[in-house]
């Protein structure tokens, strides 16, 4: 047998000289009738991450390894959980075999020879450690130069920024003078349009009252004329008056004229119709 990662694990063989009460119990199964579907192997873990408890087993598809691995030979038991989303079978160990109780991260072998391998390993673990912690400080060495050279070249933007944006406060104030003289023209330009159109408006004011006192002159003088025109309508009604006063005591004075004439002519027909009787 090889080495193996306290991940994934080998039966042992219950007549190899086991001498744990466990591994006996487990050896006295060997009329249990349930057999594990083909390719199935033991896993020591429930899905979610709980034990299995000892006198069951817990079955399922092995895992997925790397290409580069070999595949599991059957008997193996993987410490661990199942592959997610596998189809699992519960049932009791085999009869042959015991699960060794080995902790997490501990190596296990079975044949003496290895045993110095352990400590090989070990060596080696330390000289990978001490590697990588050399390289990570070789990193970090590159990293602290990368970033002192980024960081001069932020200084670097930052004092173009800074010159930029002295550069662009210089611009803003011309253009707050350059608005503040075009408001100033602008105002003084509204001032020259108010006062022009005041003058307007005061000139068509004139015009309007010269036009008003045209037409109020033109008024009097008509005014003017119709009096003198009632004064002759009133001196000529006068003369009328008067003249018809003058022919009214005329014609009096002639209707009694021709009464007394008309009585006078009465009177001598009278007295010459008498005369004629006698």
Not at 121 to 143: A, C, G, N, P, Y
Request: one cysteine or more; a negative charge.
């Amino acid at each position: 047998m090889g080495i193996k990662r306290s991940s994934v694990f080998l039966f042992q063989d219950a007549d190899s000289g086991g001498d744990s009460q466990e591994e006996s119990a487990l050896g006295d199964q060997e009329d249990c009738p349930f057999v594990p579907p083909p390719g199935y192997m033991m896993y020591t873990v429930f899905p979610d991450g709980s034990p299995v408890p000892q006198g069951m087993a817990l079955y399922a598809p092995p895992p997925p390894l790397p290409n580069d691995s070999r595949p599991l030979t059957p008997g193996t038991v993987v410490y661990g959980p199942p592959p997610t989303g596998a189809p699992i079978v519960y049932g009791p160990p085999p009869p042959n075999f015991s699960i060794p109780l080995i902790p997490v991260g501990v190596l296990h072998c079975n044949v003496p020879e290895h045993h110095n391998l352990e400590n090989e390993v070990s060596r080696l673990e330390d000289i990978i450690q001490h590697l990588k912690s050399k390289k990570q400080e070789q990193w970090m060495r590159v990293s602290k130069q990368q970033c002192e050279k980024e960081i001069e070249e932020l200084h670097h933007n930052i004092d173009d920024l800074l010159q930029e944006k002295r550069d662009l406060e210089h611009e803003v104030e011309e253009l707050h003078r350059t608005i503040q003289k075009h408001q100033q023209r602008k105002d003084f330009i509204d001032g020259n349009v108010e006062s022009l159109m005041n003058e307007l408006e005061i000139e068509k004011s004139l015009r309007h009252h010269e036009d008003i006192v045209d037409e109020i002159e033109c008024i009097e003088k008509t005014l003017l004329k119709r009096r003198a025109e009632l004064r002759e309508a009133d001196r000529l009604l006068a003369e009328a008056e008067s003249e018809l006063s003058h022919t009214t005591e005329k014609v009096c004075a002639a209707v009694l004229g021709v009464r007394r004439l008309a009585g006078l002519l009465s009177s001598s027909a009278a007295a010459g119709r008498v005369r004629k009787k006698t």
